[in-house]
């Protein structure tokens, strides 16, 4: 039976690593993101690491840890604001992967449709990774071996 009482919850080994690989995840997108731009990446780790650390603490804070969770998302979406492109698309994209963030985050934080509304999230939470990974396979820096990759891969598998 699942513990009722949040800040046991929050103790548990299992919590704890789970929010520590939503940081970890974070790391690898901030790298994917900003085109392997080796400072931008240090500093998310550093940030990651520290936040993955905090999960580990003896005293649980978990407000703390949720808007560090919400600020490392924050952080390694950044450079869709600030990276040059021609037509908006990056733009266009921090708006869609924040517009997933809100639906999820409200149904994490509303519960709305009551035991149901962690998988709503999760659910919703789906959609980030392919737009993300597609925004990837198209940039300059990276596009031309790995779209090559990936029609090799199919052109394989066929």
Known sequence: AANPNPTERFKHWS?????SAIHACSILWSYSI???SVPFVVFNLAYNADCIRR?????IKPRRNQLRIIGSMLLYTSPLLFMQDDDGSRLQLFRKVWGLFVVAVWFFAAYPVGGWSHA???IVMIGVPPLLLDMAAKMEADGDWS???AQCALLKAE
């Open 15 to 19: 919590r704890r690593l789970d929010h």
């Open 34 to 36: 900003s085109c392997g």
């Open 55 to 59: 999960h580990f603490e003896e005293e």
């Open 120 to 122: 709503a999230f999760h």
């Open 147 to 149: 779209m090559a990759a």
